[in-house]
Protein backbone atom coordinates (compact mmCIF):
# COMPACT_ATOMS: atom_id res chain seq x y z
CA UNK A 1 0.00 0.00 0.00
CA UNK A 2 1.17 3.70 -0.84
CA UNK A 3 0.33 6.71 0.70
CA UNK A 4 -0.15 9.54 -0.64
CA UNK A 5 1.12 12.46 0.38
CA UNK A 6 0.46 15.53 -1.63
CA UNK A 7 1.39 18.54 0.52
CA UNK A 8 4.51 16.53 1.59
CA UNK A 9 5.28 16.06 -2.04
CA UNK A 10 4.99 19.37 -3.18
CA UNK A 11 7.08 21.17 -0.63
CA UNK A 12 9.47 18.25 -1.01
CA UNK A 13 9.72 18.47 -5.04
CA UNK A 14 9.85 22.40 -4.82
CA UNK A 15 12.83 22.32 -2.42
CA UNK A 16 14.72 19.54 -4.18
CA UNK A 17 13.80 22.39 -7.50
CA UNK A 18 15.05 24.97 -5.30
CA UNK A 19 18.36 23.68 -4.32
CA UNK A 20 19.13 22.41 -7.79
CA UNK A 21 18.07 25.94 -9.42
CA UNK A 22 20.79 27.65 -6.31
CA UNK A 23 23.42 25.23 -6.89
CA UNK A 24 23.30 25.45 -11.12
CA UNK A 25 23.47 29.35 -10.33
CA UNK A 26 25.82 29.58 -7.78
CA UNK A 27 28.30 26.89 -8.89
CA UNK A 28 26.98 26.09 -12.54
CA UNK A 29 26.70 22.19 -11.71
CA UNK A 30 23.67 20.39 -11.81
CA UNK A 31 22.66 18.40 -8.72
CA UNK A 32 22.91 15.02 -9.78
CA UNK A 33 23.28 12.94 -6.39
CA UNK A 34 25.93 10.48 -8.02
CA UNK A 35 28.70 12.80 -9.64
CA UNK A 36 28.22 14.73 -5.89
CA UNK A 37 29.34 12.02 -4.25
CA UNK A 38 31.57 10.59 -6.65
CA UNK A 39 33.27 13.96 -5.90
CA UNK A 40 33.92 13.89 -1.96
CA UNK A 41 35.29 9.95 -2.15
CA UNK A 42 39.12 10.40 -2.57
CA UNK A 43 40.75 11.62 -4.63
CA UNK A 44 38.47 14.12 -3.94
CA UNK A 45 37.63 16.74 -6.42
CA UNK A 46 39.04 20.30 -5.53
CA UNK A 47 35.74 21.71 -5.54
CA UNK A 48 34.76 19.43 -2.91
CA UNK A 49 33.37 21.29 -0.30
CA UNK A 50 30.23 22.49 -1.87
CA UNK A 51 29.85 18.91 -2.58
CA UNK A 52 30.54 17.82 1.30
CA UNK A 53 28.12 20.83 2.38
CA UNK A 54 25.27 19.58 -0.32
CA UNK A 55 25.60 16.15 1.10
CA UNK A 56 25.29 17.30 4.72
CA UNK A 57 22.25 18.96 4.17
CA UNK A 58 21.19 15.74 2.21
CA UNK A 59 21.67 13.82 5.20
CA UNK A 60 21.21 16.14 8.02
CA UNK A 61 17.56 17.32 7.24
CA UNK A 62 15.87 14.48 8.22
CA UNK A 63 17.60 14.23 11.35
CA UNK A 64 16.99 17.99 12.01
CA UNK A 65 13.48 16.83 11.64
CA UNK A 66 14.12 14.19 13.86
CA UNK A 67 15.43 16.37 16.61
CA UNK A 68 12.57 18.24 16.36
CA UNK A 69 9.99 15.66 17.61
CA UNK A 70 8.90 14.74 14.32
CA UNK A 71 8.69 11.09 13.18
CA UNK A 72 9.42 10.25 9.83
CA UNK A 73 7.44 7.14 8.97
CA UNK A 74 8.42 4.94 6.71
CA UNK A 75 9.14 1.04 5.56
CA UNK A 76 11.10 -1.09 3.83
CA UNK A 77 8.93 -3.97 2.04
CA UNK A 78 12.13 -6.13 0.85
CA UNK A 79 14.76 -7.89 2.44
CA UNK A 80 18.42 -6.14 2.86
CA UNK A 81 19.58 -8.40 0.05
CA UNK A 82 17.15 -6.90 -2.07
CA UNK A 83 18.25 -3.64 -1.70
CA UNK A 84 21.75 -4.49 -1.82
CA UNK A 85 21.34 -5.82 -5.92
CA UNK A 86 19.06 -2.99 -6.45
CA UNK A 87 21.71 -0.54 -5.43
CA UNK A 88 24.44 -2.42 -7.59
CA UNK A 89 21.74 -2.23 -10.48
CA UNK A 90 21.34 0.99 -9.99
CA UNK A 91 25.46 1.58 -9.60
CA UNK A 92 26.00 0.14 -12.95
CA UNK A 93 22.94 2.01 -14.96
CA UNK A 94 24.48 5.39 -13.65
CA UNK A 95 27.70 4.01 -14.48
CA UNK A 96 26.71 3.50 -18.84
CA UNK A 97 23.45 5.65 -18.55
CA UNK A 98 26.52 8.69 -17.96
CA UNK A 99 24.38 10.12 -14.59
CA UNK A 100 21.68 9.20 -11.75
CA UNK A 101 18.07 9.59 -12.16
CA UNK A 102 18.45 13.07 -10.10
CA UNK A 103 21.22 14.40 -12.23
CA UNK A 104 19.21 13.09 -15.40
CA UNK A 105 15.20 13.75 -14.16
CA UNK A 106 15.40 17.16 -12.20
CA UNK A 107 17.93 18.91 -13.85
CA UNK A 108 18.35 17.71 -17.68
CA UNK A 109 14.78 17.57 -18.21
CA UNK A 110 15.13 21.34 -17.14
CA UNK A 111 17.98 22.23 -19.59
CA UNK A 112 15.98 20.12 -22.07
CA UNK A 113 18.76 17.99 -22.48
CA UNK A 114 17.80 15.14 -25.06
CA UNK A 115 19.73 12.64 -23.50
CA UNK A 116 18.16 13.22 -20.51
CA UNK A 117 14.61 12.59 -21.63
CA UNK A 118 15.78 9.32 -23.37
CA UNK A 119 17.90 8.51 -19.76
CA UNK A 120 14.45 9.49 -17.12
CA UNK A 121 12.09 7.81 -19.94
CA UNK A 122 14.29 4.59 -19.65
CA UNK A 123 14.33 4.58 -15.88
CA UNK A 124 10.36 4.70 -15.70
CA UNK A 125 9.70 1.98 -18.17
CA UNK A 126 12.51 -0.07 -16.35
CA UNK A 127 10.43 1.12 -13.11
CA UNK A 128 7.15 0.43 -14.02
CA UNK A 129 8.09 -3.25 -15.50
CA UNK A 130 9.45 -4.29 -12.22
CA UNK A 131 6.81 -3.22 -10.14
CA UNK A 132 4.67 -4.53 -12.43
CA UNK A 133 6.37 -7.95 -12.29
CA UNK A 134 7.23 -7.78 -8.52
CA UNK A 135 4.00 -7.09 -7.90
CA UNK A 136 1.73 -9.27 -10.25
CA UNK A 137 4.18 -11.66 -11.86
CA UNK A 138 5.74 -12.67 -8.95
CA UNK A 139 3.28 -11.55 -6.50
CA UNK A 140 5.11 -9.52 -4.02
Known amino acids: MTDFTPFQSLLGGA???LSAVLL?????????????????IPPASADWKWRAAFLAG???APLLIRLAGKD?????????LALVVGGF????????????????GICGIARLSPR??????????T?????????HVIGG
Do not use: K
Not at 72 to 80: G, N
Not at 91 to 101: E, L, M, N, Q
Not at 127 to 135: D, K, L, S
Open 58 to 60: AIG
Open 89 to 104: LVGVGVHFGGGCPSGH
Open 15 to 17: LIG
Open 24 to 40: MTLHGRIAGMTGILTGV
Open 127 to 135: AFVTVFVAR
Open 72 to 80: IEFTVPVPT
Open 116 to 125: SFVAVATFMA
